[in-house]
């Protein structure tokens, strides 16, 4: 709980990338030092292309800017062109004189974004502006990336830009800029050597609005904990204990700790166990079925209440880079998630004891795998 209040309250709001998460994975790493670990940061870096700016401006006598969304898999740079409306932007809309260097303005709706941007890309324009058919700004992916610019406007600005083009030409300038920023894993390793490794994790960053207790504070705080104890053990096992960063960005710490894994080094680890958003409503255990079925007897000869869990759809977290490529995993999470995400994911909503639990359960299925 120390750990939990220092995390969630002290430090708060830990966004990934931000100042306050590399101050936490400081907090992490001299944690873990003291507990006489060796204890590297490794660092990655992440590109920021959904960004959200002013970065459509109308040039001319009354310049002015627009707030553009990039969209996900967008070109990068700066161009300049004509602003030319092509109704919904399919095939049948675009002129047949071509949009050679001209900037594509197109109207959300019946196809996918990606096929507006193909369309205007094969028809020669130089950057495409979605606006939108809805309210807020034109968000979303482009599936894949497209060696064009494309970003997404709201329909006002949208309805303003036409208007514009019906008083006369209107020159545009977009820009896409891929900021480049740094995010970093803790990893505290104890008896490295040739033999089998267990690797233990959670992440300890949080989205932008919330203080993160329960996500993730809670799965730091029990990774914290279980390496102060097995300190103290000594165990014919490697462990790895990794505090990730960029969880919130899709899983971007684990996703680079793994592929900086080499063939044979994966090859050791027999099991992942990942910690997140733990002690509140219950305590849940999913993955390699194997391994969860040890786990769940480990609990219920503890009197530890656990059960078996499936991952919900379209939620993830650590453990998943881990899984693809064939290693075991086990993941611990709770079983309250109506304030993950929020300002009220406050530690007040985190239960000591059901955190100690899964610390417990956490400690006895390292032991029972070194067994
Ligand atoms: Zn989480």
């Known amino acids: 709980m120390v750990h939990l209040r220092w995390l969630s309250q002290t430090l708060g709001v830990r966004a ?60 990068r740079g700066e161009v300049t062109g004509p602003l030319t409306f092509v109704g919904l932007g399919r095939e049948q809309d ?18 996918t974004f990606r096929d507006k941007a193909l369309n205007a890309h094969l028809s020669g324009a130089a950057g495409v502006v979605i606006f939108n058919n809805a309210l807020g700004l034109t968000r979303g992916t482009l599936s894949g990336s497209l060696d064009i610019l494309v970003v997404g406007v709201s329909r006002d600005d949208g309805e303003e830009l036409l208007r514009l083009l ?27 050597g040739k033999g089998a490794v267990v690797i233990l994790g959670a992440h300890y960053d949080s989205v932008p609005e919330s203080p993160g207790a329960n996500d993730n504070g809670s799965g730091t705080a029990v990774l914290l904990t279980l390496a102060q104890e097995l300190a103290q053990m000594d165990l014919p096992i490697e462990l790895r204990f990794i505090a990730f960063g960029a969880e919130e960005l899709g899983l ?95 530690i007040e909503f985190v239960d000591p004891e059901l955190l100690g639990q899964t610390a417990t359960l956490g400690l006895e299925t390292v032991a029972s795998l070194v067994r």
Do not use: C, W
């Open 16 to 75: 990934s990338t931000s100042p306050q998460e590399r101050e936490a994975a400081g907090y992490i790493a001299d944690q873990l030092i003291s507990y006489g670990y060796q204890v590297e940061i490794q660092e990655f870096t992440v590109p920021i292309i959904q960004d959200i700016g002013m970065n459509l401006r109308v040039e001319g006598l009354e310049s002015r800017t627009f707030t553009t969304a990039t969209l996900l898999g967008s070109g």
């Open 94 to 111: 675009l002129p047949a004189e071509g949009l050679e260097g001209r900037i594509a303005l197109i109207e959300r709706g019946e196809i």
């Open 166 to 192: 019906n008083r006369g030409d209107v020159t545009v300038t977009l820009r896409v800029v891929r900021e480049e920023r740094t995010s970093q894993n803790v990893v505290a390793t104890k008896d490295g």
């Open 252 to 346: 971007l710490g684990s996703s680079h700790y793994v592929s900086t894994l080499p063939e044979n080094e994966r090859n050791r680890v027999v099991a992942m166990l990942n910690f997140d958003a733990l002690g509140s409503g219950g305590l849940r255990v999913g993955g390699d079925d194997l391994l969860v079925g040890q786990i769940l007897t480990i609990a219920d000869n503890l009197s530890i209440s656990a059960f078996s869990t499936q991952e919900p759809s379209g939620a993830s977290s650590d453990h998943a880079p881990f899984r693809a490529v064939d290693i075991p995993v086990a993941f611990f999470v709770g079983n309250e998630f109506s304030r993950i995400h929020t300002p009220n994911d406050g």
